[in-house]
């Protein structure tokens, strides 16, 4: 099993940062990726950006240019750096691992971009 813990979320004005960080603890040499997914209320939850343990990234293409995901060779922390947000980036950012034969989530982290 592997558990994550997300951490970063909360309050910013329009235009500003946040850093979200993600440590995976438990079976992480089973990881092949990770990644982080958000949902805003009524809305489905959609992929924000992701990275394989080969370091190569792809991310949804509203988040290109402004959001970048990095993470340590070991997949054991995965950090997503959101700049130049917006209001419409406000909602629960889950972090994601993902292994052969399963795949899991950690508890989630609010963000919400107000002024």
């Known amino acids: 099993q592997v558990q994550l813990v997300e951490s970063g979320g909360g309050l910013v004005q329009p235009g500003g940062s946040l850093r979200l960080s993600c440590a995976a603890s438990?079976?992480?040499?089973?990881?092949?990726?990770m990644g982080w997914y958000r949902q805003a209320p009524g809305k489905e939850r959609e992929l924000v950006a992701r990275?394989?343990?080969?370091?190569?990234?792809n991310y949804a293409d509203s988040m290109k240019g402004r959001f970048t995901l990095s993470g340590d060779n070991a997949l054991k922390t995965v950090y997503l750096q959101m700049d130049s947000l917006k209001p419409e980036d406000t909602a629960v950012y889950y972090c994601?691992?993902?292994?052969?034969?399963?795949?899991?989530w950690g508890q989630g982290t609010q963000v919400t971009v107000s002024s």
């Open positions: 990275i394989t343990r080969g370091g190569l990234t």
């Open positions: 994601n691992a993902r292994l052969v034969t399963a795949s899991y």
């Open positions: 438990g079976n992480i040499f089973s990881i092949n990726g």
